[in-house]
T-cell receptor
């Protein structure tokens, strides 16, 4: 069965620090990979996605993620975080062959950025 | 594009009452999902539809929960009777070409 693991439950950083959030997935076939962000009290918004091609994908607000197939990983990065990046971040995976694109989510990582 | 529209945004109800949550997916999206989010359990997929047909309802907690999608532009999630442990944020989402977009959620409190 597909599963997604986010290793960090809560990350605390100061502004301008670099960010890397880990995400590993378990699935034997081709996958699509996503990062979503949920700001306090709001809904999930798509940050970026990987379907195929260049394994380094760039998303909104300066975020990027790298797909490393051999490690089953899709880590999220940002070189310099801002206070406004305080949010919960979810990694997710689906299979392009599953009808309807059912997403499997990780447990989420809460990021707190200190001003 | 209007995005996924959910109603009500907030609801407080008494235990035992029926609750109906509504969702209008993005036009042209073929799949619709109902998720529940709580602090304890995180994001849970309750049910999803493809072309208005329920595909996987294994996440529906129990018989008190039911979902329908009578047409491509409308879905409901009903809880009858509601219980305090149903308090959560319920998100509807729709999908096109394997990318899922979420509504703003319905914040349900059962007292």
């Amino acid at each position: 069965a597909q599963s997604v693991s986010q290793h960090n439950h809560h990350v605390i950083l100061s502004e301008a620090a670099s960010l890397e959030l880990g995400c590993n997935y378990s699935y034997g076939g081709t996958v699509n990979l996503f990062w979503y962000v949920q700001y306090p009290g709001q809904h999930l918004q798509l940050l970026l996605k990987y379907f195929s091609g260049d394994p380094l994908v760039k998303g909104i607000k300066g975020f990027e993620a790298e797909f490393i197939k051999s490690k089953f990983s899709f880590n999220l990065r940002k070189p310099s975080v801002q206070w406004s990046d305080t949010a919960e971040y979810f990694c997710a995976v689906n299979s392009p062959y599953n009808q309807g694109g059912k997403l499997i989510f990780g447990q989420g990582t809460e990021l707190s950025v200190k001003p | 594009d209007a995005g996924v529209i959910q109603s009500p945004r907030h609801e407080v109800t008494e235990m035992g009452q029926e609750v109906t949550l509504r969702c209008k997916p993005i036009s042209g999206h073929n799949s619709l999902f109902w998720y529940r989010q709580t602090m304890m359990r995180g994001l849970e997929l309750l049910i999803y539809f493809n072309n208005n047909v329920p595909i996987d309802d294994s996440g529906m907690p129990e018989d008190r929960f039911s979902a329908k999608m009578p047409n491509a532009s409308f879905s409901t999630l009903k809880i009858q009777p509601s219980e305090p442990r149903d308090s959560a944020v319920y998100f509807c989402a729709s999908d096109r070409e394997n990318t899922i977009y979420f509504g703003e959620g319905s914040w349900l409190t059962v007292v």
